[in-house]
């Protein structure tokens, strides 16, 4: 792509790395201690703000997966891929209200800590291994790929190497100053992130309205999107008949209409939302309130996510299709979705180019530093702690911490630089879905019966693992051969391929109802109260003023978005 920075854009750049790096070690001197403690290190000992909770939360989540695939999507299906940012929202506030308040009363630093607490140290044990080697070969490395290749096209070439090694070692200064530093340079990076995300949906806008003769300006760009791309602003997708079009049929595999509300859509948020390390440990230190109004602060922020990394795939999809991008984009005949943001980028002034660098460097890095901290909070605490060296002082547990975001960060590049997982061959967004979602029902549902039913046995905690992990196999790779098409359970549906296929947030819906039945059925041979259940307290979930104002306010805003584009 030919998109090569100016001396401009490279200034701008600049000013934001020594601008990030700058605050980053301000915050790592003003709040050093002469000897750091764990809860300290890993935790920021609960001297995150709300503002810095919620920030960190959001410029963890969105990474390179986000602006290159869901641009993507919004470039074939519209509007309909925000249901994953915009239930988010509505799964934050679930988070806050039921989650928080029992993570905090059981003092947990750690989901493995969690589980041994309430289960036993085997299933512990085992849940620590596997986040471990997925966070490493899946969430590290995708974030690595995509990253390098994302910052790579928008330079217009590049080392793809080089530009790794950069956002490893940049995310790795972070990291290892803690979680505080990890947290406060997060807010820089979502100011970034949103700022370079919102100038750029506006530039597209503006090109849309002046490419359609509407005199320039968003407002009417996203006029012309809405006439040019109707089809790309409706929520849900019809059921496909027997002579619905291919293209079609895969736009409900991908977003299977409302079935996908009774579904997958909250599998998937609340696993990645309220029972991932990566995510939840940003409020793990701090007290219940500011815990809570952090949390729901990022929901506010989802909110608003698809207009930076959606629009702009949407604005691209009507400039392409009126002939704008066919040249410089479409030289094969054929369109990438995944170049859509970058194809975008092209039409970003001087200056401009390098703010899109940096909200997107940001939004790698961010991504990274929160999930290598997580990788070494878990392994330290979790395996280091407890099997390796049981008598660690505080000082040793925070050296081996820092010891392990090196090793993780080392192992990552090394399993990027030749892609040796065959990240690129999948698509780094399909990539990271398909060795998550398998094992997300099951996690799912340990957690929720472990939360929330007091019978749940330790027993059905380690077959539900399991057994959520055999049946999301068993929904996606087998059972059309074995049961059929159409059943009373599922329909699947000829993916193009010469195949059919049960839509993905369909199976795995299916695999969490029948985990969580299974995992009842094994409880109900145990005791009546399993002595390791949570002890749920009067008034535990109830909530202030101020909390029930944001969530009243989320839910009207989610309310008219769906009211809008249903």
């Known amino acids: 792509m030919r998109n090569n920075l100016t001396t401009l854009d490279i200034f701008v750049f600049l000013f934001y790395l020594v601008g990030v790096s700058g605050y980053g070690y301000y915050v790592y001197k003003?709040?050093?201690?002469?000897?750091?403690?764990?809860?300290?290190?890993?935790?920021?000992?609960?001297?995150?703000?709300?503002?810095?909770?919620?920030?960190?939360?959001?410029a963890s989540n969105i990474s390179a997966e986000q602006f290159i695939g869901m641009s993507g999507s919004g470039f074939n299906v519209g509007v309909a891929v925000a249901a994953y940012e915009w239930v988010a929202a509505i799964v934050l506030i679930i988070v806050a209200v039921f989650f928080m308040p029992i993570y905090l009363k059981e003092k947990i630093f750690t989901m493995p800590q969690f589980l041994e607490q309430r289960y036993n140290t085997t299933l512990s044990l085992i849940m620590s291994v596997f986040w471990l080697f997925l966070y490493v070969l899946v969430n590290l490395t995708s974030i690595l790929y995509l990253g390098a290749l994302a910052i790579s096209n928008l330079i217009g070439g590049g080392s793809f190497h080089l530009i790794m090694v950069a956002l490893a070692v940049f995310a790795l200064l972070i990291s290892l100053g803690g979680m505080k530093v990890v947290g406060y340079t997060d807010v820089i990076q979502v100011v970034v992130l949103v700022v370079g995300g919102l100038m750029t949906t506006y530039i597209?806008?503006?090109?849309?309205?002046?490419?359609?003769?509407?005199?320039?300006?968003?407002i009417s760009g996203f006029k012309a999107l809405m006439t040019n791309a109707d089809d790309h602003f409706k929520m849900i997708f019809p059921k496909p008949?027997?002579?619905?079009?291919?293209?079609?049929?895969?736009?409900?595999?991908a977003l299977p209409g409302i079935a996908m509300y009774f579904a997958g859509q909250w599998i998937v948020n609340l696993n990645y939302w309220g029972c991932n390390q990566y995510i939840t440990q940003r409020a793990l230190g701090a007290d219940l309130h500011t815990a809570r109004t952090g949390i729901l602060f990022a929901g506010m922020l989802k909110?608003?996510?698809?207009?930076?990394?959606?629009?702009?795939?949407?604005?691209?999809?009507?400039?392409?299709?009126?002939?704008?991008?066919?040249?410089?984009?479409?030289?094969?005949?054929?369109?990438?979705?995944?170049?859509?943001?970058?194809?975008?980028l092209t039409f970003l002034p001087n200056g401009l180019k390098g703010l899109s660098m940096a909200a997107l460097t940001a939004a790698i890095v961010a991504s990274l530093a929160g999930k290598v901290n997580s990788i070494s909070t878990i392994f330290t605490l979790d395996i280091y702690k407890r099997y390796i060296?049981?008598?660690?002082?505080?000082?040793k547990q925070v050296w081996v911490g820092r010891l392990t975001i090196l090793i993780a960060?080392?192992?990552g590049v090394a399993l990027t630089w030749e892609d040796l997982l065959g990240i690129g061959g999948e698509g780094g967004f399909q990539f990271i879905q398909k060795y998550t979602g398998f094992i997300s029902p099951g996690i799912l549902a340990i957690f929720l019966l472990g939360?929330?039913?007091?019978?749940?046995?330790?027993t059905a905690g380690v077959v539900g693992i399991l057994a959520g992990f055999v049946l999301s196999v068993f929904f996606n790779n087998y059972a059309v051969g074995v049961l059929g098409t159409e059943t009373i359970l599922y329909t699947a549906f000829p993916n193009g391929h010469g195949g059919y296929e049960i839509p993905f947030l369909i199976c795995m819906g299916l695999s969490f109802a029948f985990t969580?039945?299974?995992?009842?059925?094994?409880s109900l041979a145990g005791p009546v109260i399993n002595p390791r259940a949570i002890n749920l307290e009067p008034g535990m979930f109830k909530v202030s003023g101020q909390t029930l104002a944001l969530i009243v306010i989320t839910l009207l805003l989610i309310t008219a978005l769906y009211v809008k584009f249903w």
Request: aromatic share 10%; hydrophobic share 45%; proline share 3%.
């Open 30 to 58: 003003s709040k050093q201690k002469a000897e750091q403690s764990t809860k300290d290190y890993f935790l920021a000992e609960g001297s995150l703000t709300w503002w810095a909770i919620g920030a960190s939360m959001i």
């Open 204 to 218: 597209a806008l503006d090109v849309v309205s002046t490419k359609f003769g509407l005199g320039g300006g968003a």
């Open 241 to 253: 008949g027997p002579n619905t079009p291919q293209e079609d049929i895969n736009k409900y595999i």
């Open 303 to 344: 909110l608003m996510m698809p207009v930076i990394v959606m629009l702009p795939g949407i604005a691209a999809y009507v400039l392409y299709k009126n002939g704008e991008l066919q040249q410089e984009m479409a030289s094969t005949g054929a369109f990438n979705s995944d170049n859509a943001y970058s194809a975008v």
């Open 389 to 395: 060296n049981k008598d660690a002082t505080e000082k």
């Open 409 to 411: 960060v080392i192992l």
């Open 451 to 458: 939360m929330f039913w007091k019978r749940t046995t330790a």
């Open 516 to 522: 969580v039945l299974l995992m009842v059925l094994i």
